[in-house]
């Protein structure tokens, strides 16, 4: 199981930094993503990181504003989010998969207020 914290309101340009650590296991060997889902929309992919490879990805509307991270010594990666837009109020799941294994956290709400 992977537990997600961090969710909160904030309000237009504002900041939060999202967790996500797992239970049971260790980070090392996964992809972690973070997913979001807006009422009335479908969960989309958001950002993801390789813990072996160091690989990121984000989506386009997140690039130059958010940025995935990881502290091996936690093990827990994080999605910082800066100049937040209330496009980006969702609740937002992380992600843990490898071959053979897929996680999913419970979610964490942002609500970001103009």
């Known amino acids: 199981q992977l537990q997600a914290s961090g969710g909160g309101w904030v309000q237009v340009g504002g900041s939060l930094r999202l967790s996500c650590a797992p239970s049971g296991f260790t980070f090392d060997d996964y992809a972690v993503g973070w997913f979001r889902q807006a009422p009335g929309k479908e969960r989309e992919g958001v950002s993801y990181i390789h813990l072996r490879h160091g690989a990121t990805w984000y989506t386009d509307s997140v690039k130059g504003r958010f940025t995935i991270s990881s502290d091996s010594t936690k093990n827990t990666v994080y999605l910082q989010m800066n100049s937040l837009k209330p496009e980006d109020t969702a609740v937002y799941y992380c992600?843990?998969?490898?071959?053979?294994?897929?996680?999913w956290g419970q979610g964490t709400e942002v609500t970001v207020s103009s």
């Open positions: 992600n843990a998969e490898r071959s053979g294994s897929n996680y």
